[in-house]
């Protein structure tokens, strides 16, 4: 059996109506890098069982030694206005978060240009989990068929970040081996984070320095939303060697998909267990159902599970409503004992959770959960954009076109 990984939960983390994020000293030029460039994972693109339209692309498990329920594409990061250029696998997409990261161990990382305005940018940007900490640089990105220049953050936990970052969180959330960056998809367009420019802030700096869902830069009408679909359903008892899915860059018609309108935290409500006032929200970047529920038994504290539930709740459903508070779905699930699971050795699985209280984060298992007898292919779940500068959108979930 694999040693299981810790429980990941990378949603972006909000203070009041901003994102809170994280920040890195710099220098001039390129990005410091204090580790040998040798990448996080080496792992490499699987061959893909999908065939991605013009405005898609593959999406596949993580490749990474100890990675489980990680859904990643592979993305090509260029020096802006040069052909050095990288393909980057194992990039972790993620809804619950906004802008691109990248490991500073990458290869590619130490050569983009930091970003500068009065002195070197560095950034504190928060998830659930903790802050994550580097600079600034400017890269140009290939999603899909098109390609667009954006500003991105370096992720680096050997750089000291300031006292007002770490004042903000209970610890530092860097890169685990599971995947090389991430690919933030939430809206709205800049992050609005903890900007930092020659070490001193945190400071105010123009929005075109911001890190930012490069989405939005893509032209219309792959710009106002994005989609995660076509995931097969996985065994809640069993789970899956592997799965792969689609990205897709427009929502298109969005023809047999709920909207649910978010708050400006992008969080809706879920009625569960009794509760009918639960936070809730879809993501991706979470590798399990993390859940309000205190009967189903938690994995010891002193194991390698722990953070997991190692108990069993098969039957088990929920109603997640927007503010719209008239367009509400019904998610159906099953939790499995996490110890279970990964004796299996596969590395998807529907039914992994873990307890989290107030809170109903239907994570990378809602993707792949049944939602009817029979039914083989998951849910298309995504995000619908209002505008590049709206911190209200929408959750979209059901069968898709």
Not at 105 to 123: D, R
Not at 166 to 182: D, H, I, K, L, R
Not at 247 to 264: A, I, K, M, P, R
Not at 323 to 328: C, E, F, L, P
């Amino acid at each position: 059996m694999k040693r299981p990984p810790v429980q990941k939960i990378l949603r972006a983390f909000f203070l009041g109506t901003g994102f809170l994020l994280l920040s890195g000293c710099g220098g001039g030029g390129g990005v410091p890098s204090s580790s040998p460039p040798e990448a996080v994972c080496t792992g490499g693109t699987p061959p893909s069982t999908q065939t991605p339209a013009s405005n898609q692309i593959a999406v596949y498990q993580s490749t990474c030694q100890g990675a489980v329920n990680t859904p990643v594409v592979t993305l090509t990061i260029c020096v802006p206005k040069t052909s050095t250029c990288r393909d980057v696998h194992n990039i972790l997409v993620d809804i619950g978060s906004t802008g691109l990261r990248l490991s500073h161990t990458l290869s590619i990382a130490s050569k983009l240009p930091q970003e500068s305005e009065n002195g070197p940018v560095t950034e504190c940007y928060g998830f659930v989990s903790g802050y994550n900490y580097g600079p600034v640089v400017t890269a140009t990105v290939t999603l899909a068929q098109q390609t667009v220049t954006v500003p991105v953050q370096i992720s680096d936990s050997q750089i000291p970040a300031p006292s007002s970052c770490v004042a903000a969180f209970n610890s530092s959330a860097p890169f685990e081996p599971t995947f090389n960056g991430v690919l933030g998809l939430l809206f709205p367009q800049d992050d609005d984070g903890f900007y930092y420019e020659g070490g001193s802030g945190p400071t105010t700096i123009s929005t075109t320095l911001m890190v930012q869902n490069p989405v939005f830069l893509l032209e219309a009408p792959e710009n106002n939303g994005v989609l995660l679909s076509n995931f097969p359903t996985v065994s809640p008892t069993q789970g899956a060697p592997t799965v792969s899915g689609l990205l897709t860059f427009g929502t298109g018609s969005v023809s047999g998909l709920s909207e649910l309108e978010t708050n400006v935290n992008a969080m809706i409500t879920a009625s569960y267990n009794g509760n009918s006032s639960l936070k809730a929200f879809f993501d991706s970047g979470s590798n399990g159902f993390f859940i309000d529920n205190p009967t189903i038994p938690t994995c010891s504290s002193s194991s390698s599970l722990t953070g997991f539930f190692c108990g069993t709740a098969t039957g088990q459903s929920a109603t997640l409503t927007g503010t719209n508070t008239n367009t509400s779905v019904t998610l159906h699930f099953s939790i499995e004992s996490a110890e279970t699971l990964f004796s299996t050795g596969n590395q998807d699985f529907s039914s992994l959770g873990g307890p989290m209280s107030g809170y109903f984060d239907a994570g990378f298992p809602a993707f792949l959960s049944a939602q009817s007898s029979g039914q083989t292919t998951g849910q298309t779940i995504g995000l619908e954009y209002i505008s590049s500068t709206s911190e209200i959108g929408y959750f979209l979930y059901g069968t898709g076109n």
